[in-house]
């Protein structure tokens, strides 16, 4: 089966199943085995930093090993074996049903005006403190998480799955997957994590930015604000502490005519940011499922176009 027709029914299988949350998850284990690599790592090397970009190293070689052996041995058996755990592969990779379903979660507590419920499920999405948000405050972690996970659970997995079928996104995902185990810039990870997050960043710098740039054009048959989110992404996009992350939340910011960014709290401790966006009108619950429908028109436009490339290339 082409490549194509595998991306295809993945994307379906996402979006009608969502994460295979009873069948054993290949992220699951990617994060045990980085897990488990880092307490081998630590013993062996006196430096942190050397010890991680052995265990990035390592995690990224054992799951492309197991993740290309497997599909070696299936096309081997049976060429519809082979198809069908490239299909699997890049299924398991991609989280747009999972994202908005968590997101709508947050939003039908609102509409029920539940706020402590809202609270508690925005609280499994996002890692600043939400006992202390109101309505407005859930709401802006919840388009912030959507427009952030936009590139790194929907769009980009797919464009490594072009360029790399189901061996490229679940490399992908591997370095995802290391840089949510060990990307943080605590005493620990600090040194530690530099190679995870770096490597992250670097793999999403260039369809991060590709997918920031469709939003505009995803947000004009959305009926959204397609001049300002072209303005807000030029002028926001570097109001934010990732490189990649700026421009999602800056062109979304735009096209629903509302401000991101600003003030949060960490484990007590306030932490303020700049803001991305001009608000052109308060924040309001149906904005959640306002930014759900922008992340699937531009994930359309991804796979649209990601389709007209393989078809022209033949």
Request: charged share 20%; proline share 6%.
């Given at each position: 089966m082409p490549l194509g027709y595998q991306i295809v029914v993945a994307v379906l299988l996402d979006l009608?199943?969502?994460?295979?949350r009873r069948l054993p998850h290949p992220v699951k284990f990617i994060g045990r085995f980085a897990l488990l690599s880092e307490t081998v790592t630590r013993k062996l090397f006196s430096s942190p930093r050397l010890a991680g970009i052995v265990t990035v190293l390592a995690v990224l070689t054992v799951t492309a090993g197991l993740c290309w052996g497997l599909l070696l041995l299936g096309r081997r058996l049976y060429p519809w074996l082979g198809d069908t755990l490239s299909i699997l592969i890049i299924y398991t990779t991609l989280a747009a049903r999972d994202l908005t379903r968590h997101s709508g979660e947050v939003y039908d507590s609102l509409a029920r005006g539940d706020l402590p419920g809202a609270r508690r499920r925005i609280g499994m999405i996002v890692g600043r403190d939400t006992d202390v948000l109101d309505e407005q405050g859930v709401t802006r972690a919840a388009v912030?998480?959507?427009?952030?996970?936009?590139?790194?659970?929907v769009t980009v997995?797919?464009?490594?799955?072009?360029?790399?079928?189901?061996?490229?996104?679940?490399?992908?995902?591997?370095?995802?997957?290391?840089?949510?185990?060990?990307?943080?810039?605590?005493?620990?990870?600090?040194?530690?994590?530099?190679?995870?997050?770096?490597?992250?960043?670097?793999?999403?710098?260039?369809?991060?930015?590709l997918t920031a740039a469709l939003i505009p054009a995803a947000a004009l048959p959305l009926g959204l604000n397609v001049r300002n989110s072209i303005k807000i992404l030029r002028r926001d996009r570097r109001h934010h502490p990732s490189p990649n992350s700026g421009w999602l939340e800056a062109a979304t910011a735009g096209a629903l005519g509302v401000q991101l960014g600003?003030?949060?709290?960490?484990?007590?401790?306030?932490?303020a940011r700049p803001t991305m966006g001009?608000?052109?009108?308060?924040?309001?619950?149906?904005?959640?499922?306002?930014?759900?429908?922008?992340?699937?028109?531009?994930?359309?436009?991804?796979?649209?176009?990601?389709?007209?490339?393989?078809h022209a290339a033949g």
């Open positions: 009608l199943w969502g994460d295979p912030e998480s959507v427009a952030e996970n936009t590139a790194d659970g997995p797919l464009i490594f799955a072009f360029l790399g079928g189901p061996l490229g996104a679940m490399l992908y995902k591997a370095v995802n997957t290391m840089d949510s185990t060990f990307g943080y810039k605590n005493e620990r990870y600090r040194e530690f994590g530099w190679a995870a997050a770096r490597l992250d960043d670097l793999v999403n710098y260039l369809p991060a930015r600003g003030l949060n709290h960490y484990f007590g401790q306030p932490s001009d608000p052109l009108r308060p924040l309001e619950a149906r904005d959640i499922l306002r930014v759900n429908r922008l992340m699937f028109a531009t994930y359309a436009l991804i796979l649209a176009g990601g389709l007209a490339l393989i």
